[in-house]
């Protein structure tokens, strides 16, 4: 016999939802990004191994985590939490070795802008799941 509970569930503010739909923007972007460098080849193992991690990333991104029954939600919440980190590690990588490749070509490059961007994107994830999914914690 099954417990049915017809509680209504509390409402996901605006601001929770705007942040999942940049999620899945940056996911998708992250996937076109990691098969445009594949597609286009790969110098290095540190390009193969971000073109196949940002698809992953990509992927893991795009999950309909509000969907994902209670049993399964920790393990993938852990999922993002871990890719989240990674991700950062991985563009802080990506920046170094474009800032050694300018200076071996006597360049200076500028604020990495885009990257910095992308990391906050993919930082703004984790509590946004959270709150996606449990929005009572945000009282």
Not at 31 to 53: D, H, M, Q, T
Request: include cysteine; hydrophobic fraction near 55%.
């Amino acid at each position: 016999m099954s417990i049915s509970t017809n509680a209504p569930k509390p409402h996901v503010p605006d601001g929770v939802r705007y942040a999942r739909w940049a999620g899945h923007a940056l996911g998708s972007v992250l996937i076109c990004i990691g098969i445009v460098s594949a597609l286009r080849g790969l110098e290095g193992s540190f390009e193969i191994f971000k073109a196949i991690y940002f698809i992953l990333y990509g992927i893991v991104l795009n999950l309909p985590f509000s969907r994902i029954p209670e049993a399964r939600w920790k393990g993938s919440f852990a999922l993002l939490t871990l890719c989240s980190a990674a991700f950062v590690f991985v563009m802080v990588v990506s920046v170094m070795f474009s800032y050694m490749a300018a200076a071996d070509r006597g360049e200076r490059l500028g604020v990495p802008g885009l990257e910095g961007s992308l990391i906050f994107l993919a930082l703004l994830q984790v509590p946004a799941v959270l709150f996606q999914r449990k929005p009572d914690l945000l009282d």
